[in-house]
């Protein structure tokens, strides 16, 4: 599959399975944590996390401990779910040091563009929602995000310790003037 054939789908319960077995496959790799996905990794229950996702989503309904976020899956031309990414509208003081966007692709999909492609399409969804640029944190270490992110245009913004590892944050300019910083 061609990386410009990814799009951006708001999670339903049509991708109940697929994103079962999307989860499945990160925790089969050893990795625990699935980035940008609204705790899918940490969720037991399909149905519980798209409750939680659906309502963060929504200024009436968003969880008081969270901010404004969506939530999207990346899928292929298949309809198979290739990555998971968030856009949250706003920092809080818990988010200074995560960002506003947060994204994960599928293990056996990397290396293919995914990255990129995703990032790039939740620009535009920000640019929509009228922000005026996004701040990602990236563990020093993790080359091929760092890459994805100058890629969408990313600069160097300040460093941090994240859990005892060295950490960047990144400015995405969009070139809003509306915005809610």
Request: aromatic fraction near 8%.
């Given at each position: 599959?061609?990386?410009?054939?990814?799009?951006?789908a708001?999670?339903?319960?049509?991708?109940?399975?697929?994103?079962?077995?999307?989860?499945?496959e990160?925790?089969?790799?050893?990795?625990?944590?699935?980035?940008?996905s609204?705790?899918?990794?940490?969720?037991?229950r399909?149905?519980?996390?798209?409750?939680?996702?659906?309502?963060?989503?929504?200024?009436?309904?968003?969880?008081?401990?969270w901010?404004?976020?969506d939530?999207?899956?990346?899928?292929?031309?298949?309809?198979?779910?290739?990555?998971?990414?968030?856009?949250?509208?706003?920092?809080?003081?818990?988010?200074?040091?995560?960002?506003?966007?947060?994204?994960?692709?599928?293990?056996?999909?990397?290396?293919s563009?995914?990255?990129?492609?995703?990032?790039?399409?939740?620009?535009?969804?920000a640019?929509?929602?009228?922000?005026?640029?996004?701040?990602i944190?990236?563990?020093?270490?993790?080359l091929?995000?760092?890459?994805?992110?100058?890629?969408?245009?990313?600069?160097?913004?300040?460093?941090?310790?994240?859990?005892?590892?060295?950490?960047?944050?990144?400015?995405?300019?969009?070139?809003?003037?509306?915005?809610?910083?």
């Amino acid at each position: 599959m061609n990386a410009a054939e990814i799009r951006l789908a708001r999670p339903g319960p049509e991708h109940r399975e697929k994103a079962l077995a999307f989860r499945r496959e990160f925790f089969d790799q050893g990795e625990e944590i699935i980035s940008g996905s609204g705790l899918l990794d940490k969720t037991e229950r399909y149905e519980d996390w798209l409750d939680s996702v659906t309502r963060n989503a929504s200024p009436e309904t968003v969880n008081p401990n969270w901010v404004l976020t969506d939530t999207f899956f990346a899928t292929d031309g298949a309809g198979e779910i290739v990555g998971i990414i968030d856009l949250r509208h706003e920092l809080n003081e818990f988010l200074r040091d995560l960002g506003n966007c947060g994204y994960s692709v599928r293990p056996s999909r990397r290396r293919s563009g995914y990255g990129r492609r995703m990032l790039g399409l939740v620009l535009e969804e920000a640019r929509r929602a009228g922000l005026p640029e996004l701040h990602i944190s990236v563990e020093r270490g993790n080359l091929p995000s760092v890459r994805i992110i100058q890629a969408n245009g990313g600069v160097y913004e300040r460093s941090f310790l994240h859990e005892g590892a060295a950490a960047d944050i990144y400015r995405l300019a969009l070139g809003c003037t509306s915005g809610k910083f």
